[in-house]
């Protein structure tokens, strides 16, 4: 009942619905902001790997609910929670749902040999020179946000957190069912 009374404030903008949905952000950890953000566009590098050299931006991502992570490889807490976003990945990821990692102020040497030559479900960004890191407001390592399928931000979370946990998914799910009608 949570998950479609926060749905219903993401379509209405009733402050009952959105208690709900910033209760259920709370829950999974996170802090709902009042009214969607915009967040700011970006293209970055994709880790390079057996791919030639791409690059992504926000566009990219749209249609889609993004979990998007600010980490470091040279960040402990960043490296113990990365784990719990390729879980999550894993849970929900797809058409309506994906993890997106941005390596703040690291080389595609260290993050290459963080992950030990496996490859993410989800793409991991090079932000080499912080410049994407700034536009989002991100303190530091790890920052989260949750963005909507229209890019905007709807909840973010600074310091690190076990991501797949059943509140998590609770959220994202509702930001799913959102964003459909």
Not at 64 to 92: D, I, K, T, Y
Not at 133 to 146: E, I, K, N
Not at 157 to 173: C, N, S, V
Request: charged fraction near 25%; hydrophobic fraction near 45%.
């Amino acid at each position: 009942m949570a998950a479609f009374v926060a749905c219903l404030a993401l379509l209405t903008g009733s402050a009952a619905a959105e208690s709900a949905f910033a209760d259920l952000a709370r829950a999974a950890g996170m802090e709902a902001y009042a009214v969607p953000l915009k967040a700011p566009n970006f293209e970055l590098r994709v880790l390079a790997g057996e791919r030639e050299t791409q690059t992504r931006t926000k566009r990219d991502y749209r249609g889609r609910v993004v979990l998007l992570n600010f980490w470091a490889s040279w960040c402990p807490p960043c490296r113990e929670e990365f784990p719990s976003l390729e879980r999550l990945q894993q849970a929900l990821g797809g058409r309506d749902f994906t993890v997106l990692a941005i390596a703040v102020a690291d080389s595609e040497t260290a993050v290459g040999h963080f992950l030990e030559g496996r490859r993410p479900a989800f793409d991991v960004l090079l932000d080499d020179d912080r410049k994407t890191a700034g536009d989002y407001r991100s303190p530091g390592v790890p920052v989260t946000y949750l963005l909507d399928r229209q890019g905007r931000m709807l909840a973010g979370k600074t310091g690190p957190r076990q991501w797949d946990g059943p509140e998590m998914q609770a959220l994202i799910r509702a930001a799913i069912r959102a964003g459909q009608w």
